[in-house]
């Protein structure tokens, strides 16, 4: 018995759908961007950048008033208790991205223990907080230029020791967050009487801490603006608008 001309034909188009879906399935999907992880490690002048409000995955190991060599020596009980400790963070995961806050200390102690941790996590951009000085030695410490036996907050201590590290992880990006130049141009602005305050010390809370809104949205934006995030006065709604724009106009005075 013969077949029907146009009954054979219509299963053409079924099978063309079939054939259609298949090739929609078969097709490589589109993958949503992968959440970026950070890690960071400080003192409070870190706990001043609000780390729980970056973007992505994001922990931290925060201790106070304490130079880089204490927090690696003594990683069992840092001030700020919700921190994850360095030792099982840094082993556990590899992070996108690395912060590291140098405080005072000996240079060459500075330079040993950040290479620690840089070769703890290989594939990590690494970004050093530069912090700043309590607000009446700033002045003092901005203009040092001898060679940096005592780290200090002095660009040319900080020149000098990115300067090392770029040598010793010549393969390793590096950034800065620029939080002493950030204050540095307040203060030129100030004395220009350009800016939004009479004193620098108007962005302090007590004698190195910054004020929850104005000098912590500035050095929180100069977090994002070094981990690659787009800026954000989330959590800063307090802010005067004024005072967000010209903070916002210091912040892209870097580079």
Request: hydrophobic letters at 40%; one cysteine or more.
């Amino acid at each position: 018995m013969s077949h029907h001309p146009l009954r054979k034909n219509r299963r053409w188009p079924n099978l063309s759908w079939l054939l259609l879906l298949l090739g929609l399935t078969a097709a490589p999907l589109v993958a949503a961007p992968g959440v970026r992880s950070c890690f960071l490690i400080g003192n409070s002048l870190t706990w001043d950048t609000v780390p729980e409000r970056l973007d992505g995955d994001v922990q931290w190991h925060v201790d106070c008033g304490v130079p880089l060599q204490f927090i690696h020596q003594n990683p069992g009980k840092p001030c700020v208790k919700n921190s994850t400790l360095w030792p099982q963070a840094l082993k556990d995961k590899q992070y996108d991205l690395l912060s590291i806050q140098p405080h005072y200390g000996d240079f060459a102690e500075n330079i040993a223990v950040i290479s620690k941790w840089i070769a703890l996590q290989p594939k990590a951009v690494i970004v050093i907080h530069t912090g700043w000085a309590k607000h009446e030695e700033r002045v003092a410490e901005h203009a040092l230029t001898d060679p940096p036996k005592q780290l200090k907050h002095s660009p040319a201590h900080l020149r000098a020791l990115l300067t090392e590290l770029r040598q010793r992880h010549p393969t390793r990006e590096i950034r800065q967050t620029h939080a002493q130049e950030l204050l540095e141009q307040i203060a030129v602005d100030i004395a220009a009487k350009r800016a939004p305050f009479t004193s620098l010390q108007e962005l302090y809370r007590d004698e190195i801490h910054l004020k929850y809104e104005t000098g912590r949205y500035l050095m929180h934006n100069a977090m994002r603006r070094a981990l690659g995030q787009p800026p954000s006065a989330k959590g800063f709604e307090k802010l005067d608008a004024g005072l967000k724009r010209y903070l916002d106009e210091v912040l892209a005075t870097v580079k």
